[in-house]
């Protein structure tokens, strides 16, 4: 091999062939144990929890330690859950490429089915519930079928859909409120599981739901490392990990000991608990959830790998379509009522959280869990400013800005990423 | 001494790890057809893009001497300000404009007020398509003509902006044969008019037919320059000039035992996704279990076009043909049937058509088999780390962990991520296009060995390269392919560099 390097190809090819290996697998194998490697590989997805961390300090300090009260955090979990399970299904549009305009039309026309079926012909209270899914479903499937099997951007599909189902929402309700619900389809949204098993002023039961989550995943992180040690792939070191366990416990147990000095364990919470869990599985581990990926990673690869992208698209916007269902259930149940103008401006809420929790803009990047504090991040900083009286106007200028700079953080972080390459 | 218009004196062009040009010598004399050949990524297009200022003064070594003066370009607007203009081989015309709007694209005649006077554009872009011998209406949209009419749009924007030196690459490679003949009487027409042109090109029956001179560049160097008017110089010279280097013990040794055939591709046809006309035309060959199959052929030739309708009819349209494997016949109607039935295919381009960069070795490598590792749709990750774990010892590949991300990899081992991919679906047969492009001498040699490791375990090969001492090296069999149609068939031991450019450069009928 005395030979010289023929130029074999182009030389816009050429510029990415210089050797340049990461470092030596043997350094490797220890793991990355220093907290700065940590931090550094993860920026995107660390900077969002240091970002809300700093963020929950500072309304506290700004309120007076009201933004952390136990009503106050029992009212935040109350006031956005129906965005935080939007924005679920959004982040997973988002990873594939896409994007829904649609979902606060949704939440409105699936909320009016429901209260239609409930309240003006007087029928059981789970009838409204299974309707408004149905309905939210098919919604899914008209988008996806557009987006998916004739080929038309999410873009356009979904801005269609907005003033669709807006106006479906319109002519259902004959342009007038409907309320109230009877009380168990209140319940969905401002129902609290409270005094199950006692408590001397504080519900034992919040307690202990809060104590077996956080021993669930301690059992699940260590059997993940466990596996990992054994498929000799590298983990953090055992401090850092045991700090890791105990610092989320105690995230959580403080979550529940305020919510057990307030009003107990409110019902939604436990629909969104499943709901963030079940997703968080099924976008890490199924077949489902890495297409997804793949697609939003590179489309032309992933096709040309024998995913089915039609499908995985089909059934993206059939997902986004129900979680817009559930949302329009606990919107609905929230208000006690259906209103015509319900859910405006959902879809922007759920948008800016997947981005803000790091989904990046052209695809294939984004976890349900960012998401999650990503939309956490907007309701503090609502509620906060809520709380200190904080004008609407301004309200909207600072969400603005949050979004803007959440985004060039992203971009940045990829320039930034790409010249290292 | 010869009148000169263009002189390129030792230009050295060096990109991160590798010389592109070294010590280029080009001198065009006025008023001729100058081509200018050698094979893909000999640095043809990167010599071009010094000339017309892509890459600017500074970012190369060496000087330009255009019409007696030293120039330095900073970008195509130098260069194009004092008449050097270059048509690249993807025109850049925007479909949905007028044949006028896209001649005077950034260079708008302006009439009073700075308005852009129309009937007076109109009227100029007539006379110069009656010039370059279109009847079109100066008003019809571009995306309406077909693509030789487009290729004399482009020409006619060229000499809207006064040229001097028109550069050519590849124009005639997406042509039919009468687009072809047509352009070449233009390239004649102008160069009575005393417009001097350089035409890059694979196709030696047109250069032997309308140039003057032709510089041969190989390996980034210039070969030579001959005149095609002393009538002495063949095809069959230039092919030498274009070829002759050395093989040396580069490809590792293999024994060759070929076994039954295991795909058999019979009057296969393609046509291409939105023009008229047909990509690949009538292609039949076989392929053995242990068996290296090369495909010869020259870009634009349809190698891959041939390829990726094979497999699951991921290019083109109507296509036609019969698909035999291990003797069974069999239907590959989508990406997802294909890697059932057996056939894997390696893109040439991994960047864009064979990897998530942004995702890491692990997905990547079961990214075309996740069903293999799944049950009920759940993906056991444990088992997909032990699995791309495996491959990345077995390849080779250098990096930390299956959990790195495959953008940050140099192109040796992005390919060997690839090849594992496909590896993992188990196939009968691995079609390869490209299989080293990009990469350095010590991966190339790695990537030969997996293929030999490959055959030794009874799976067949095809791999398309328009490397021929590659093929050479490391094939049993070669099919040469040209303008779309297998052109021959010959075991290695017969083929030379020499007849198989001669097959690969075929062409259906000489051009008038």
């Known amino acids: 091999m005395t030979r010289t390097v023929p130029p074999s190809s182009e030389p816009e090819a050429q510029t990415a062939t210089a050797p340049k290996d990461v470092a030596p697998a043997t350094a490797l194998r220890t793991g990355t144990s220093d907290v700065r490697t940590l931090i550094t590989r993860n920026l995107r997805q660390s900077g969002i929890y240091v970002a809300f961390v700093v963020i929950i300090a500072l309304f506290a300090v700004l309120t007076g330690g009201t933004s952390l009260s136990p009503n106050n955090v029992t009212n935040i979990v109350l006031q956005y859950s129906y965005i935080l399970i939007l924005a679920i299904g959004m982040v997973i549009v988002i990873i594939a490429g896409h994007i829904d305009l649609s979902v606060g039309s949704v939440v409105a026309l699936t909320g009016a089915v429901s209260a239609v079926l409930v309240i003006r012909h007087g029928m059981p209270w789970w009838v409204g519930v299974l309707a408004a899914l149905a309905v939210g479903i098919a919604i899914g499937a008209w988008h996806g079928f557009w987006v998916a099997y004739v080929g038309i951007p999410a873009f356009i599909v979904t801005l269609a859909g907005m003033l669709l189902f807006r106006g479906l929402t319109l002519q259902v309700l004959d342009n007038i409120s409907l309320s109230p619900f009877p009380p168990q389809y209140g319940r969905i949204a401002s129902g609290f599981l409270n005094g199950l098993i006692g408590g001397n002023g504080y519900d034992a039961f919040t307690l202990l739901v809060g104590a077996i989550a956080v021993a669930g995943y301690a059992v699940s992180t260590w059997r993940t490392r466990t596996a990992r040690i054994r498929y000799q792939q590298p983990v953090e070191s055992f401090p850092l990990f045991v700090a890791k366990i105990v610092a989320v416990g105690a995230v959580v147990m403080a979550f529940a000991w305020q919510l057990a000095h307030a ?159 | 001494m010869d009148d000169h218009l263009l002189e390129m004196r030792s230009i050295t062009k060096t990109f991160p790890g590798v010389k592109a040009l070294e010590d280029v010598n080009l001198a065009v004399r006025r008023g001729e057809i100058h081509a200018i050949c050698g094979e893909n990524g000999a640095g043809k297009s990167t010599l071009m893009k010094v000339l017309s200022g892509v890459y600017p003064t500074g970012s190369y070594e060496g000087e330009i001497v255009y019409d007696g003066q030293p120039v330095r370009f900073n970008g195509i607007r130098d260069s194009e300000h004092v008449g050097i203009v270059i048509i690249h081989q993807e025109l850049a015309l925007v479909p949905y404009l007028s044949i006028a709007e896209n001649i005077f694209l950034g260079n708008e005649r302006r009439g009073r007020g700075g308005l852009i006077d129309w009937n007076k554009a109109n009227a100029e872009a007539g006379r110069l398509l009656d010039e370059v011998g279109l009847t079109e209406n100066p008003v019809t949209p571009v995306g309406q003509l077909g693509v030789g009419k487009q290729q004399l749009v482009e020409i006619a924007k060229a000499l809207s902006k006064d040229v001097r030196l028109l550069i050519l690459d590849e124009p005639t490679a997406a042509l039919n044969d009468n687009d072809s003949a047509h352009l070449l009487d233009l390239l004649r027409r102008l160069r009575e008019r005393g417009i001097t042109c350089i035409m890059i090109s694979h196709k030696l029956g047109e250069i032997t037919a309308i140039a003057d001179q032709v510089t041969v560049i190989r390996d980034g160097r210039t070969v030579e320059t001959l005149s095609l008017h002393a009538g002495e110089v063949t095809q069959e010279r230039i092919i030498r000039g274009m070829v002759g280097r050395d093989l040396q013990s580069f490809y590792p040794e293999r024994q060759s035992r070929p076994g039954d055939e295991v795909l058999r591709v019979e009057d296969w046809t393609v046509w291409h996704p939105t023009q008229d006309r047909k990509v690949v035309e009538g292609a039949s060959f076989t392929v053995r279990a242990g068996e290296v199959v090369g495909i010869a052929g020259l870009m634009g030739a349809g190698r891959t076009e041939l390829a990726m309708s094979i497999f699951g009819r991921s290019y083109g349209r109507n296509v036609s043909g019969r698909l035999f494997v291990r003797g069974r016949e069999v239907k590959a109607r989508s990406v997802a049937e294909a890697i059932d039935i057996g056939i894997a295919y390696a893109t040439e381009d991994r960047k864009h058509y064979g990897l998530n960069l942004i995702d890491d070795i692990r997905h990547n490598i079961s990214a075309a088999a996740l069903d293999k590792l799944a049950s009920a749709g759940w993906v056991n990750d444990n088992e997909e780390i032990k699995v791309s774990e495996g491959y990345r010892r077995d390849m080779n590949i250098k990096a930390p962990s299956v959990t790195a991300v495959v953008g940050k990899l140099s192109g040796g081992n992005q390919q060997k991520v690839v090849l594992s991919k496909w590896l993992f679906t188990d196939p009968e047969v691995l079609i390869l296009d490209e299989p080293t492009r990009g990469i350095d001498v010590g991966a190339k040699y790695e990537i030969y060995t997996i293929i030999n490791r490959l055959v030794a375990a009874g799976k067949a090969v095809l791999v398309i390269s328009s490397e021929l001492p590659e093929l050479l090296g490391i094939c049993d069999r070669i099919y040469t392919l040209s303008a779309g149609r297998i052109t021959g068939e010959m075991p290695v031991g017969q083929a030379t560099q020499e007849n198989l450019m001669e097959l690969m450069t075929k062409e259906k009928e000489l051009v008038a």
């Open chain 1, 263 to 421: 009003r107990g364990l409110p019902i939604v919470l436990i629909i969104l608990a499943v709901l963030i869990i079940a997703y968080g599985i099924i976008t890490k581990r199924t077949v489902f959830g890495r297409q997804v990926y793949a697609i939003g990673g590179n489309l032309a690869a992933a096709t040309l790998s024998g995913v089915k992208v039609r499908a995985v698209n089909f059934w993206i916007f059939v997902n986004m379509g129900f979680l817009a269902g559930v949302a329009g259930v606990v919107f609905s149940s929230r208000s006690n009522g259906a209103q015509p103008a319900a859910g405006n401006m959902f879809e922007l809420d759920a948008i800016a959280a997947a981005f803000i929790g790091g989904a990046a803009v052209t695809g294939g990047v984004g976890t349900v869990v960012g998401a999650m504090v990503g939309g956490l991040i907007m309701a503090v900083m609502s509620n906060g400013m809520q709380l200190m009286g904080v004008d609407q106007s301004v309200q909207s200028v600072v969400k603005g800005l949050v979004l803007l700079l959440a985004v060039a953080f992203d971009v940045y972080n990829k320039r930034r990423a790409g010249a290292a390459r």
